[in-house]
Nanobody, 119 residues
Framework: QWQLEESGGGLVQPGGSLRLSCAVSGLDYYAIGWFRQAPGKEREGVACITSSGSPRDYADSAKGRFTISRDNAKNTVYLQMNSLEPEDTAVYHC??????????????WGQGTQVTVSS
């Protein structure tokens, strides 16, 4: 039984940092993408990391501020978010692409974690 569980969200002041985690179980080979959806807006891809650990597909809004990484020993993918802005407020989801390459669509999704950036 597969499971993707996000954690690490919360309330942070502008300019602050958060590290989101996506714990994966029940899957052996996968790429993980992080997505976000703010109220009234379409879902947006934030970043992806391939099964071999190559980060790719950073959103323009994330470049230079966010870093995606993975720890295969812990079956966990991280999204380090620095210099957070109110515009980053959204529910963040991770999703698994069983092709491993961030380019074949996402087969499984987590429930999401809320990130709120506000003073």
């Amino acid at each position: 039984q597969w499971q993707l569980e996000e954690s690490g969200g919360g309330l942070v002041q502008p300019g602050g940092s958060l590290r989101l985690s996506c714990a994966v179980s029940g899957l052996d080979y996968y790429a993980i993408g992080w997505f976000r959806q703010a109220p009234g807006k379409e879902r947006e891809g934030v970043a992806c990391i391939t099964s071999s650990g190559s980060p790719r597909d950073y959103a323009d809004s994330a470049k230079g501020r966010f870093t995606i990484s993975r720890d295969n020993a812990k079956n966990t993918v991280y999204l380090q978010m620095n210099s957070l802005e109110p515009e980053d407020t959204a529910v963040y989801h991770c999703a698994a692409d069983q092709s491993g390459g961030c380019d074949q669509g996402y087969d499984f999704w987590g429930q999401g974690t809320q990130v709120t950036v506000s003073s």
